[in-house]
């Protein structure tokens, strides 16, 4: 799918609303705060919730290789080809993208948009990456107690998200999505202070995940959007029932916000 053909325009007050779809040993599942030895399994199929999500409205899909993620390479990407080749909806894809060859490989299978998170921090992989591909790179800040945490939130680092935020705006990155890992896969719901002092500070847009647990979180969010807040990653809340896809996509697309 050509990332280009979907364009949005945030001004008019849109904020993407997108399913996570996270693939480990074949399967789509959920990590509670990102540990690989707490998942709930939601689908056997991958490609079945795909289309799911894709039917219900979505515009974009998520989609983390978490084995990818661990390894240091991806694993499953094959699956997210066979769903960019069965889904008309742009995918963006993370996981284990340590390198160019991998970086061709993801978009030789049709995939829109490659998330870098370990090779984030090197400035010369990410600059290189953005000359060649452009917005269809985004890098993922994944963040626990104010550092940035890498290699499947194995690896903890002395970096603070905001910094890194505007080195890789300085490179060349576009889109950042932004992970409180604290909340992420809890439903304890967001914590906006978090966000709202990443996204005024990154100088790019942003795109949010991590404690999404119901139309609430997703109207707090959704009103930084002058910030440069563009999207909204959601996971286990969709999963669980918590959030319905399409309630948050008719909250997502109003035209006219409330203060």
């Given at each position: 799918m050509n990332p280009t053909a979907?364009?949005?325009n945030w001004k008019e007050g849109i904020v993407l609303i997108i399913p996570a779809i996270d693939l480990k040993g074949g399967r789509c599942v959920?990590?509670?705060?990102g540990k690989k030895d707490k998942e709930t399994v939601y689908s056997e199929n991958p490609l079945v919730a795909a289309k799911l999500w894709a039917k219900k409205g979505a515009k974009r899909l998520h989609i983390v290789d978490l084995d990818g993620a661990f390894e240091g390479k991806p694993v499953h990407l094959e699956v997210a080809?066979?769903?960019?080749?069965?889904?008309?909806?742009?995918?963006?894809?993370?996981?284990?993208?340590?390198?160019?060859a991998i970086l061709n490989q993801v978009f030789e299978k049709g995939i829109d948009y490659a998330i870098l998170g370990t090779r984030g921090i090197s400035p010369d992989f990410v600059k290189s990456a953005c000359g060649k591909f452009g917005s269809r790179i985004i890098v993922s800040i994944?963040?626990?107690?104010?550092?940035?945490?890498l290699e499947?939130?194995?690896?903890?680092t002395s970096l603070k998200p905001r910094d890194l935020a505007r080195n890789l705006a300085n490179v060349g990155v576009k889109t950042?999505?932004?992970t409180d890992t604290t909340r992420d896969g809890t439903l304890q719901g967001v914590n906006i202070k978090l966000i709202q002092d990443f996204a005024r500070g990154a100088g790019v847009d942003v795109i949010i995940a991590g404690g999404i647990s119901s139309l609430e979180d997703?109207?707090?969010v959704r009103k930084l959007k002058a910030l440069?807040?563009?999207?909204?990653?959601?996971?286990?809340?969709?999963?669980?029932?918590?959030i319905k896809l399409e309630e948050a996509i008719k909250l997502s697309d109003r035209e006219k916000w409330n203060f």
């Open positions: 979907t364009t949005y959920r990590l509670w705060q080809g066979k769903i960019a080749s069965e889904v008309e909806v742009p995918l963006e894809f993370g996981g284990g993208i340590r390198n160019e994944d963040a626990r107690q104010s550092k940035v945490v499947g939130w194995e690896k903890e950042i999505i932004f997703i109207e707090k440069g807040v563009t999207g909204i990653i959601i996971g286990k809340a969709l999963y669980e029932g918590k």
